[in-house]
């Protein structure tokens, strides 16, 4: 297992555009986890999953934000209407249980909405 | 409702010197903290995970203590050298057991 992976790494797209971003966790991870940053600031909480089961998003998840894991594997996060707002870097993390091992990132994707 | 404060928001040393990184945060009923380094541009990588009945964590030239019932938590890097350049993160994982709680991070430049 290589780690947790995203795609794409960069992602531009125009306005009113939808984008949608893929996460795949750690095999054994049961927890995923979805942040955005902005530049100069830390991560900020989006949604988590147990297994396929979303149990908690932040406000900051707009109607226009959907995320999703089927099968308990791997997730996608939606975006309709983009924002220039929107515009972050989009952070995937994955953890056992109550991550009592931590959390491990990705790499990240970061939107550009121009 | 927890507040993770990181201070200094920026740091440049000389290489070769050694250096403190201050994390600080509100309600010490945490779970665990951990250190995280992010290179400009890129995702986070984790450095040193501190679970909330330990002091302290290391790992080669990193060292990370804990000090629950005050709200501290102090990275120190050895003989800091010009690959350490990068931001650092703290994060604390709370009572919701769920969300991570991130300070904004100390930018550290070691100049050659």
């Known amino acids: 297992d290589t780690g947790v992976s995203q795609d794409p790494r960069h992602k531009i797209t125009k306005r009113g555009q939808n984008v949608t971003f893929r996460c795949d966790p750690i095999?054994?991870?049961?927890?995923l986890y979805w942040y955005r940053q902005t530049l100069g600031q830390g991560p900020e909480f989006l949604t988590y999953?147990?297994?396929?089961?979303?149990?908690?998003k932040s406000r900051l998840l707009s109607d226009r934000f959907s995320a999703e894991r089927p099968k308990g594997s791997f997730s996608t996060l939606e975006i309709q209407r983009t924002e220039q707002g929107d515009s972050a870097m989009y952070l995937c993390?994955?953890?056992?249980?109550?991550?009592?091992?931590?959390?491990?990132f990705g790499s990240g994707t970061r939107l550009t909405v121009v | 409702k927890q507040e993770v404060t990181q201070i200094p928001a920026a740091l440049s040393v000389p290489e070769g010197e050694n250096l403190v990184l201050n994390c600080s945060f509100t309600?010490?009923?945490?779970?665990?903290l951990q250190w995280f380094r992010q290179d400009p541009g890129k995702g986070l990588t984790s450095l040193l995970l501190i679970q909330s009945s330990q002091r302290e964590q290391t790992s080669g030239r990193l060292n990370a203590s804990l000090d629950k019932s005050s709200g501290r938590s102090t990275l120190y890097i050895a003989a800091s050298q010009p690959g350490d350049s990068a931001t650092y993160l703290c994060a604390v994982n709370g009572d919701s057991n769920y969300q991570l709680i991130w300070g904004a991070g100390t930018k550290l430049i070691i100049k050659p």
């Open positions: 095999s054994e991870h049961n927890r």
């Open positions: 993390a994955s953890s056992q249980r109550v991550a009592p091992e931590g959390y491990t």
């Open positions: 309600d010490s009923a945490i779970y665990n």
């Open positions: 999953f147990q297994n396929e089961a979303q149990l908690e």
